[in-house]
Nanobody, 125 residues
């Protein structure tokens, strides 16, 4: 499975960005797509996830109500719409895929098997 994240950039606080993650390869073997972020000096953290089949979504409390994760058709793309951006949202954003079908969607970095290269989001104050 190959993942390619894009859409990052520089935006002022209160603005919006839409990230995309293009998925290719054996995507049929994946069940959940996640978005994570890593700010300078910090550990990578969960942002949002979506189940390919059910469309159920999950969010970190810090982004709930501001970010929306969605999926395209045929397990080929996932998106992260980010509104009302804050300077603390500044980070490299990664998309990732979990190949296990879990009863409860995981938010743990270690549970995701495939990762994209990351796209930088910078929010200025």
């Amino acid at each position: 499975v190959q993942l390619q994240a894009s859409g990052g950039g520089l935006v002022q606080a209160g603005g919006s960005l839409r990230l995309s993650c293009a998925a290719s390869g054996r995507t049929f073997s994946t069940y959940t797509m996640g978005w994570f972020r890593q700010a300078a000096g910090n550990e990578r953290e969960f942002v949002a996830a979506i189940n390919w089949s059910t469309g159920n979504t999950y969010y970190a409390n810090s982004v709930k109500g501001r970010f929306t994760v969605s999926r395209g058709n045929a397990k080929s793309a996932v998106f992260l719409q980010m509104n009302s951006l804050k300077p603390e949202d500044t980070a490299v954003y990664y998309c990732a895929a979990d190949h296990l079908s879990r009863i409860v969607t995981t938010m743990a970095v270690a549970d995701y098997d495939y990762w994209g290269q990351g796209t930088l989001v910078t929010v200025s104050s």
